[in-house]
């Protein structure tokens, strides 16, 4: 009877320790804000920077873009682009690399606070084109709704790593009043408005939207016989999202990424998916490509890579479903 009492005792001591843990606000695991450089250099297209500082664990301060720097690309044959320009709104530096020769390794550098830091010097990988661009309607019991999938194959074998963006626009339409607004609402800078069959009251404000992944999309034929992306899934969009409610279209990015690049960020990667968990690891030191060549004792994050761009976009519109139901009742962004 003794030894069963002390095991209960011991099992639910054991269950109270388990709970969640919270940094204190006025603590953190590592105070020190260090420089965060991420980017990528896009042979034609703009080549996109973001530069930060890290936060420590457990402030809950948003991280801090930095908007003074100056950034560009230099190539190891002396080419040094235009100073990138930064876009506040998106919170990145932008450079015109559209005409970008690949015939030289590139570097990115960034001059900051009296302080210089440059990424290794690459050559930019050449991506092959995308062989389609395709999308599959599900409707079981495990999700409804569409599918984004992608195909390509890289005949010289430069590469085996892949990494896609894309950028979504969709049409959406908000019920408005029309009385008393003048029979016209400057929308994106454009004036639509839709009579109602069953009341010339009721008038439609056609809107667009745009968006820009935010997850990482990367993928690896090194295992494979052949270097062939086969329908591969991207993404899902629910039939219930008001993106697919009338006309959608996509334009998928693709990049060619070394071992290295993939293996960062493929840890990435892993680290996001394993955030949210109870007993998720501390994050671990991710080793990137960016230095500071003014002051090696000074450490810095992140990753450049230089990749050519490939493109495919995609319509689809609501005649093309089954299935949808996607409503919307709100009203669009009206500038005046």
């Known amino acids: 009877m003794k030894k ?26 590592n105070s ?7 980017g990528r250099i896009q042979a034609g297209d703009q080549t996109k920077v973001y530069i930060s500082h890290t936060q420590p664990l457990g402030s809950e301060d948003d991280s801090q873009s930095i908007s003074h720097a100056k950034v560009l690309v230099v190539g190891e044959n002396g080419y040094e682009s235009n100073l990138a320009e930064y876009d506040a ?3 990145y530096y932008i450079i015109n690399t ?4 690949i015939n030289t390794p590139y570097s990115l550098k960034v001059t900051l606070d009296g302080e210089t830091y440059q990424s290794e010097y690459m050559y930019v990988l050449e991506s092959p084109a995308i062989d389609s661009l395709t999308y599959q309607e599900l409707d079981n019991e495990a999700f409804k709704g569409i599918t984004l999938h992608i195909s390509t194959h890289n005949d010289n074998d430069a590469s085996r790593y892949y990494l896609w963006t ?17 029979g016209g609402v400057l929308v994106y800078d454009k004036t639509f408005y839709k009579f109602s069959e069953a009341n010339i009251y009721n008038h439609y404000l056609y809107c667009w939207k745009h968006n820009t992944s935010a997850n990482i999309h990367i993928y690896d034929t090194s295992l494979l016989d052949e270097n062939i992306v086969n329908d591969v899934e991207l993404f899902r969009i629910p039939n219930d999202d008001i993106r697919i409610s009338y006309i959608y279209s996509v334009l998928v990015k693709q990049l060619c990424l070394d071992e290295k690049a993939y293996s960062y960020y493929r840890t990435l990667e892993k680290q996001a998916e394993e955030s949210s968990g109870l007993f998720t690891p501390m994050p671990i030191e991710i080793k990137g490509n960016v230095f500071c060549t003014s002051n090696p004792n000074i450490n810095v994050k992140g ?6 761009v490939s493109y495919k976009r995609l319509f689809i519109y609501e005649s093309d479903f089954k299935d949808i139901h996607s409503e919307y009742e709100g009203d669009c962004i009206i500038l005046t």
């Open 98 to 101: 559209v005409n970008l020769p």
């Open 166 to 182: 894309y950028e979504e626009d969709w049409e959406f339409h908000a019920p408005i009043d029309i009385i008393g607004i003048g």
């Open 32 to 38: 020190i804000s260090e420089l965060v450089i991420q």
């Open 303 to 308: 990753y450049v890579l230089a990749s050519s």
């Open 4 to 29: 069963t009492t002390f095991l209960l005792l011991t099992l639910l001591a054991f269950a109270s320790c388990v709970e969640e843990y919270h940094t204190p606000r006025n603590r953190s695991i």
């Open 89 to 91: 709104e998106k919170n």
